[in-house]
């Protein structure tokens, strides 16, 4: 089991960049896929990025939602148990609450895949 804090979570203007980190505890963190997800108000959780525990020579272990392709990098370390959400060219469509979970399964991008969800932390962009 891993357990998932967020922070990063902030104000700021559309086009501007924040740097969302998922810390993790437990010694298997290396063994997970870790998921972003986000929720604005009235609206569902919704899938934006993963980085799986694997990675192959053609396939570096991410994916991305459409709306963030190409502004959104997710990364991992995990020396340091951390998973990075770094967001560029934000819109004021991307304001939500933003959640990482973890996941055994190796491909999934599907909610119902990840648990140990963190409290999340807001981000708020402004027009």
């Known amino acids: 089991q891993v357990q998932l804090v967020e922070s990063g979570g902030g104000l700021v203007q559309a086009g501007g960049s924040l740097r969302l980190s998922c810390a993790a505890s437990?010694?298997?963190?290396?063994?997970?896929?870790v998921g972003w997800f986000r929720q604005a108000p009235g609206k569902e959780r919704e899938f934006v990025a993963v980085i799986r525990w694997w990675s192959g020579d053609s396939d570096d272990g991410t994916d991305y939602a459409d709306p963030v392709k190409g502004r959104f990098t997710i990364s991992r370390d995990n020396a340091k148990n951390t998973v990075v959400l770094q967001m560029n060219s934000l819109k004021p469509e991307d304001t939500a609450i933003y959640y990482c979970?973890?996941?055994?399964?190796?491909?999934?991008?599907?909610?119902?895949?990840?648990?140990?969800w963190g409290q999340g932390t807001q981000v708020t962009v402004s027009s």
């Open positions: 437990g010694r298997t963190f290396s063994s997970y896929s």
């Open positions: 979970g973890a996941s055994l399964y190796g491909t999934t991008t599907r909610r119902a895949d990840f648990g140990s």
